[in-house]
Structures are given as structure tokens and as C-alpha cells.
T-cell receptor
Framework: DARVTQTPRHKVTEMGQEVTMRCQPI?????VFWYRQTMMQGLELLAY????????DSGMPKDRFSAEMPDATLATLKIQPSEPRDSAVYFC???????????FGPGTRLTVL | GENVEQHPSTLSVQEGDSAVIKCTYS??????FPWYKQELGKRPQLIID?????GEKKDQRIAVTLNKTAKHFSLHITETQPEDSAVYFC??????????FGSGTRLSIRP
């Protein structure tokens, strides 16, 4: 049963520290999405990639967030420096550009103290 | 860009009754409307979707309706059961990939 995987599942860090979250999309999928979920904002789209190329990162604070796909099996979301307001669950999802369906990973719960 | 509004934000129904969640969208080019269910502490999972060339779709106790003219779509759950308790998200997409989500509805089923 192919699934999107994310690491770490939980991360607690102090304000100012760098945080890197990783995602392994389902093998063969060529679209990858990063979402942030908070109680107040629901599911916000931060960035998405097609065939490893970033297509839209307008939802991402550019000064501290960066998203990359070093290869087709790995997507990363980095926050530097982290702030308490970044505390949230970060979901990665993958899919095919020929289909609208997205498959979500289990999420990374980030707490910034 | 696309904006999706979802109502209500919370909904409590008696077990066995029906639940209805409504969404509106702004981009007339949107042609794909999925619904995701998220149980507490879990990932969102697709439960049903509808495309703009269809007005209604059913899957057992779940149905979705779409009114393209009014730009709104709804999720109907009949004969609700305790395991239906979750947060439900509607979404809309006008491209092959990008999906915009509504703010979610927390559904509680009272025994």
C-alpha cells in the first residue's frame, strides 16, 4: 500500500533555530504539495511542484521559508529562523498531474518555543 | 485566485440523522471538487469528488451535489454513524494540480 511519508513526525525547537521537514512522495507521482494546518487557518497551500519544478510558492513567507525537491523521491521544507507563530502541522501531499487527487502524508507537528 | 467558503464550521447531529455541509467557490473555471475527511490526529483523506460535468454523485451514504450556475456544492451524509465524526474539508480546483481548501467543518455525531 503506497503512502506518502514524512519525517520527522514531531519536532520541538526553540525560536531562531533552523527546521527541516522531509517528504517522500508516492513512487511515480510527479506533483508535490506542502500545506500548513493550524486551528485558525485550516489547510493553507504553501508551495507545490510539478516534475520537481516549483510552480507556485505564493503562500509561503519568502523571508524564512524555502521548499525544494533535490530529486523525485524527496521534497524538503525549511524554516530559518523559526518563530513561535510557525507552530502548526505541516502536511505533504503528492499526486499525478493527469489527476486532481492528492494523497496526504501523516504530517509533521512542529512546535516552536 | 480561487476562494472557497465552507459552512457551518461546526455541526452536531443525532446518530441516524443526516448531515449537510455547504461550500461556495469564486473561480468559474473550477472544474473539480473533492471532499476530504480528517479524523483527529490523522491525515486528510479523499472520500468523494465530483467534476463539473456532473450534477450529483453518490457513494453509499455519502452524496455530493454541484450547482455550477450558483457556484456552490454540498456534501450530504445520511444515516450518520459515530465513525462519521471528523473534520470535513471541501475544495475546488481549476487546474490539473492546485487545490484550494475550505476552512473545514467539525462534525460531531451524538449517540
Amino acid at each position: 500500500d503506497a503512502r506518502v511519508t514524512q519525517t520527522p513526525r514531531h519536532k520541538v525547537t526553540e525560536m531562531g533555530q533552523e527546521v527541516t521537514m522531509r517528504c517522500q512522495p508516492i513512487l511515480g507521482h510527479n506533483t508535490v504539495f506542502w500545506y500548513r494546518q493550524t486551528m485558525m487557518q485550516g489547510l493553507e497551500l504553501l508551495a507545490y511542484f510539478r516534475n520537481r519544478a516549483p510552480l507556485d510558492d505564493s503562500g509561503m513567507p519568502k523571508d524564512r521559508f524555502s521548499a525544494e525537491m533535490p530529486d523525485a523521491t524527496l521534497a524538503t521544507l525549511k524554516i530559518q529562523p523559526s518563530e513561535p507563530r510557525d507552530s502548526a502541522v505541516y502536511f505533504c501531499a503528492s499526486g499525478l498531474d493527469t489527476s486532481n487527487e492528492q494523497f496526504f502524508g501523516p504530517g509533521t507537528r512542529l512546535t516552536v518555543l | 485566485g480561487e476562494n472557497v467558503e465552507q459552512h457551518p464550521s461546526t455541526l452536531s447531529v443525532q446518530e441516524g440523522d443526516s448531515a449537510v455541509i455547504k461550500c461556495t467557490y469564486s473561480d468559474s473555471a473550477s472544474n473539480y471538487f473533492p471532499w476530504y475527511k480528517q479524523e483527529l490526529g490523522k491525515r486528510p483523506q479523499l472520500i468523494i469528488d465530483i467534476r463539473s460535468n456532473v450534477g450529483e454523485k453518490k457513494d453509499q451514504r455519502i452524496a455530493v451535489t454541484l450547482n455550477k450556475t450558483a457556484k456552490h456544492f454540498s456534501l450530504h451524509i445520511t444515516e450518520t454513524q459515530p465513525e462519521d465524526s471528523a473534520v470535513y474539508f471541501c475544495a475546488a480546483s481549476s487546474s490539473a494540480s492546485k487545490i484550494i481548501f475550505g476552512s473545514g467543518t467539525r462534525l460531531s455525531i451524538r449517540p
